[in-house]
RNA sequence: GGAGAGGUGGCAGAGUGGUAAUGCAACAGCCUGCUAAGCUGUCAACGAGCAAUCGUUGCCUGGGUUCGAGUCCCAGUCUCUCCGCCA
């Protein structure tokens, strides 16, 4: 969430940066504004009242202590009085509060500068293209049906056990999907990256300080016995290992990769672009999270870019990077570069990865700090993206790499498959 | 699931009703051939002020008792230990 000062002394330029999400927030920003300042004059009359009755309390105390007790039953009277009054101040100061951070929940990120305006995905700037679209063999088959058809995915195996979007995933199938993860694994930690096996399982807390509460509380999985939520993405996890802590200069950069399974109700999404590997209600990813300075937050957003662009020419695969335009803009993220590859039996560009910059939105609900230059406790930046989702990853490579002789592995890969092609139905 | 103990600053750790010791770390200044040590101050949030500074809050959370609560009472929550169950 923004910071109440920050709005106060940048209010214009913070309007005008929000309208490029195609939302006016210029009332509540006038509205928390005045809050505010209605906060601050009733913690400034609590203050002195509450001065005054330390004051009385201490003289009381002398009072009873030299044994001059008629005197001491008269202030205390006047305590009484006093008391009355610092509970309605008491009430208006904690009121107050709740409506700022109320609003202050409804308020998304500032976009950075560089965000495009637009409405919609088809509004995103398109940064690095593939170029060209690439060529397929004749009798190329979607993923879904390649998976049957070497038995490396059982979508309706998955509708048994649990339901629609959850896959198994069968001998090569799930060896392919293992080799990703430990290939992503290991070039996460190459660039220097610590890995993390985080829990799976958040609870309350953890979910607002990354923002997805209350904000998406409809896409998670809630276990109501126990009031915890199943991760939808690591960033949650790995976040909140560094909420309500304070770092030191020295401590940057703060590099992490960690590899979960992520688990997304995906609420209202149903018939469209759901078949197959598109969508799911369980996936895997390799998510990278870094803390940085502010000072050089957008430089290491760049590094992260680079990382995850590398993994795709690795692969070999189509891809295109995209800034995502206001209207597309995740509520908690200030700049944000999507990667998509090209699915080319759908003919269709499947996004992969999103990398973002997110400021001091999360640290500020984090609680994440670091003791700078001048010994004053600032907030961080925390920037966060996935390297990569699986899933569509694998749909891209299974569609791209199929040809009359079967699915060729990426040369990368093999390996950490152990195999170079998959031609036999297992 | 049963029983017990506990939650204090960045960290460690005292504090049985009178307004948060002390140590370590960090920052600034002083001192000193250099370094180390030493001394002084700062070292959580919020508010008032141009500022020096002043005030308030802060001891897991929320209530209560009291002129006054880290300390007493009630409820909740989390952590640890032991027992039970179990990979």
């Known amino acids: 969430m923004l910071e109440i000062n920050n709005i106060r ?104 500068k560089l965000v495009p305006s637009g409405n919609s995905e088809n509004d995103n700037e398109v940064i690095e293209n593939y170029g ?31 339901g629609s979007g959850f896959p198994v995933y069968i001998g090569k199938g799930a060896q392919l999907q293992r080799a990703l993860i430990n290939f992503f694994l290991n070039e996460a930690i190459a660039s220097n990256y610590k890995e993390v096996i985080p829990p799976l399982v958040v609870n309350e807390e953890s979910g607002f300080a990354t923002g997805q509460l209350p904000d998406k509380e409809g896409q998670m999985y809630h276990m109501q016995e126990d009031n915890l939520y199943l991760i939808p993405t690591a960033e949650v996890p790995i976040t909140n290992i560094f909420r309500n802590t304070l770092l030191k200069e020295d401590d940057f950069p703060v590099k992490r990769v960690g590899y979960t399974p992520c688990f997304r109700r995906e ?14 209600h369980q ?9 940085a300075h502010p000072e050089n937050s957008y430089a290491i957003l760049d590094e992260m870019v680079a990382h995850v662009k590398l993994l795709l020419d690795k692969l070999e695969l189509p891809y295109r990077v995209v800034r995502l335009c206001g209207g597309d803009l995740g509520f908690t993220a200030a700049l944000t570069y999507d990667f ?9 560009w499947l996004e992969v990865s999103s990398v973002s910059n997110f400021e001091t939105y ?23 993206g996935s390297a990569l989702a699986l899933p569509r990853i694998m749909a891209a490579l299974l569609e791209n790499n199929q040809s009359e002789k079967g699915i060729s592995i990426p040369k990368v890969l093999i390996p950490y498959t152990g195999f170079d092609t998959i031609n036999d139905k297992e």
Request: zero cysteines.
């Open 362 to 384: 999360q640290s500020n609900r984090l609680k994440l700090r670091f003791k700078n230059n001048n010994n004053k406790n600032q907030l961080v930046h925390t920037l966060n």
């Open 9 to 112: 002394e940048n209010k214009e330029s913070i309007i005008g940066q929000l309208k490029i999400r195609n939302k006016d927030f210029e009332k509540l920003i006038f509205e928390v504004i005045n809050l505010d300042e209605l906060r601050r004059s009733a913690q400034f009359k609590l203050d002195n009242e509450l001065a005054e009755l330390n004051q009385l309390s201490k003289k009381i105390g002398e009072l009873f202590k030299t044994g001059q007790h008629q005197q001491a039953n008269e202030l205390k009277q006047k305590t009484a009085l006093l008391k009355d009054s610092t509970k309605t101040l008491k009430q208006q100061l904690v009121d107050s509060e709740n409506s700022i951070k109320e609003i202050l929940y409804q308020i998304p990120n500032v976009p950075n």
């Open 132 to 162: 060209h679209t690439p060529q397929l063999f004749a009798g190329a088959i979607p993923h879904w049906e390649i998976a049957k058809k070497y038995n490396l995915i059982d979508f309706e195996l998955g509708v048994k056990i649990t």
């Open 283 to 291: 996936f895997d990813k390799v998510e990278i999270v870094q803390l």
């Open 340 to 348: 998509e590859v090209y699915s080319s039996a759908q003919q269709k």
């Open 267 to 280: 609420a209202g999404s149903y018939g469209k672009d759901v078949r197959g590997l598109n969508r799911l």
